[in-house]
């Protein structure tokens, strides 16, 4: 991995996500990261993993948490600004360059961003829902970036979103990258086999993992 110099998006690249998100609410990069790159981090997510570092993720936040495997059976781990390495600190890069670009282009007064390594096993989903609700008000776009290699149909696992007038779903490919306006509800249809991303949200206030 460490040859690949480019480590930041190209224009081109930024252009038309943000194109495509202002018209219709959600936007992809099919190249978010290169084949080396999520090698990179899958072998992170297995660093964590043997660690220990991964928890079964809640819903709602605070004195609403709770863990309902039938809503949601993904494990998470929160990316930390003071312990990254390489492969998360250029992922937080590209995010960042995301975000000022949106800013500067869209003007939605970004200010910060969170993100966890997600991982789904075989058998789980995670229902119809917002990312953007009352007590988690300053989502204001999601992102997934999916690292499934050799991801096929019958892998299931795909990303489910509910546009007003169209209903669609996104394959989890490996590199890929999906962005969307958080208050688009979307569902994760059951997987078949384990299922790598890693998912994060540009928020409107700061936030007490502070990237920016
Ligand atoms: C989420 C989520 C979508 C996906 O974590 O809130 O909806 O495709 N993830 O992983
Ligand atoms: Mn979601």
């Not at 297995?46 to 709770?66: C, D, R, T």
């Not at 997600?118 to 776009?141: E, S």
Request: aromatic letters at 12%; proline letters at 2%.
């Amino acid at each position: 991995m460490s040859e690949e110099n480019i480590s930041l998006l190209q224009e081109s690249q930024l252009e038309q996500l943000v194109d495509q998100l202002a018209e219709e609410g959600y936007g992809i990069i099919n190249h978010f990261f290169s084949a080396s790159e999520v090698d990179a981090v899958i072998s992170r997510f297995q660093g964590l993993s043997e660690e220990g570092e991964f928890k079964k993720a809640g819903i709602g936040k605070m004195q609403n948490f709770a863990l309902d495997k039938t809503i949601r059976g993904d494990y998470i781990r929160w990316i930390d600004p003071n312990d990254m390495t390489e492969i998360t600190a250029r992922y937080v890069a590209r995010m960042k360059q995301l975000m000022e670009y949106l800013n500067r282009t869209c003007f939605l007064g970004l200010k910060d961003f969170e993100a966890h390594f997600a991982m789904y096993p075989a058998g789980t989903f995670y229902k119809r829902h917002a990312d953007r609700f009352q007590q988690n008000a300053h989502r204001v776009i999601s992102t997934v970036c999916y690292l499934n290699k050799n991801w096929k149909e019958k892998d299931g696992g795909q990303l489910r979103m509910f546009l007003p007038n169209n209903e669609f779903d996104i394959a989890p490919l490996s590199g890929r990258l999906v962005c969307f306006r958080s208050e688009i509800e979307h569902e994760v249809l059951i997987t078949t086999r384990p299922r790598y991303s890693i998912t994060g949200w540009m928020l409107d206030q700061h936030s007490s993992l502070t990237f920016l």
